[in-house]
T-cell receptor, first 114, second 116 residues
Framework: DQQVKQNSPSLSVQEGRISILNCDYTNSMFDYFLWYKKYPAEGPTFLISISSIKDKNEDGRFTVFLNKSAKHLSLHIVPSQPGDSAVYFCAASAVRSSASKIIFGSGTRLSIRP | DAGVIQSPRHEVTEMGQEVTLRCKPISGHDYLFWYRQTMMRGLELLIYFNNNVPIDDSGMPEDRFSAKMPNASFSTLKIQPSEPRDSAVYFC??????????????FGPGTRLLVL
């Protein structure tokens, strides 16, 4: 049972346009959400996060939106750059629970074309 | 800080052999996680430790897998005997723990395991 789902395994976007990566979750206990970025032959690196008390968090070109009622979050990258080509993992955790455990989605491979 | 260190970076072994993966977390981090990444299942949590104590090993696939953390600066993930379906990239990550708002984990570069 996948608690965090990324239904698009891949996405291709033209350089300079907006990239939108989507993520759905099923566990209503999740209250903290993260995006990680992974380049080939490297480990994932933290990109941006959002707490359930917010519906938007922005960091430079990256913005994460959270829709709790729909159990959906998205990552917007604008403008998209060639260096953004990577695999993006959505992740969620229940911070208020006793366990510090993050559940990852299966990832979306983003390709930025010139 | 050098970040999370994993060794070896690549491992090729034959079915039935014992495989040991090693991890050195970031100094001062209280949590250590072992993940496995495959094309089919994405990034799966295998086990995690808090202050060297295993907290949740529900993701460990079988008894062939075992993990230890003898001290705060070292952990191992062992597969004995290994099987071809264990072929994957294994990541170790560490986290400073909960400060009330963040659950950021810092990943190592991974060990790419191929079991023939």
């Amino acid at each position: 049972d996948q608690q965090v789902k990324q239904n698009s395994p891949s996405l291709s976007v033209q350089e300079g346009r907006i990239s939108i990566l989507n993520c759905d979750y099923t566990n209503s206990m999740f209250d903290y959400f993260l995006w990680y970025k992974k380049y080939p032959a490297e480990g994932p690196t933290f990109l941006i996060s959002i707490s359930s008390i917010k519906d938007k968090n922005e960091d430079g070109r990256f913005t994460v939106f959270l829709n709790k009622s729909a159990k959906h979050l998205s990552l917007h990258i604008v403008p998209s750059q060639p260096g953004d080509s990577a695999v993006y993992f959505c992740a969620a955790s229940a911070v208020r629970s006793s366990a510090s455990k993050i559940i990852f989605g299966s990832g979306t491979r983003l390709s930025i074309r010139p | 800080d050098a970040g999370v260190i994993q060794s070896p970076r690549h491992e090729v072994t034959e079915m039935g052999q014992e495989v040991t993966l090693r991890c050195k977390p970031i100094s001062g981090h209280d949590y250590l996680f072992w993940y496995r990444q495959t094309m089919m299942r994405g990034l799966e949590l295998l086990i995690y430790f808090n202050n060297n104590v295993p907290i949740d090993d529900s993701g460990m696939p079988e008894d062939r897998f075992s993990a230890k953390m003898p001290n705060a600066s070292f952990s191992t993930l062992k597969i004995q005997p290994s099987e071809p379906r264990d072929s994957a990239v294994y990541f170790c990550a560490s986290s400073p723990g909960r400060d009330g708002t963040q659950e950021t984990q810092y990943f190592g570069p991974g060990t790419r395991l191929l079991v023939l």
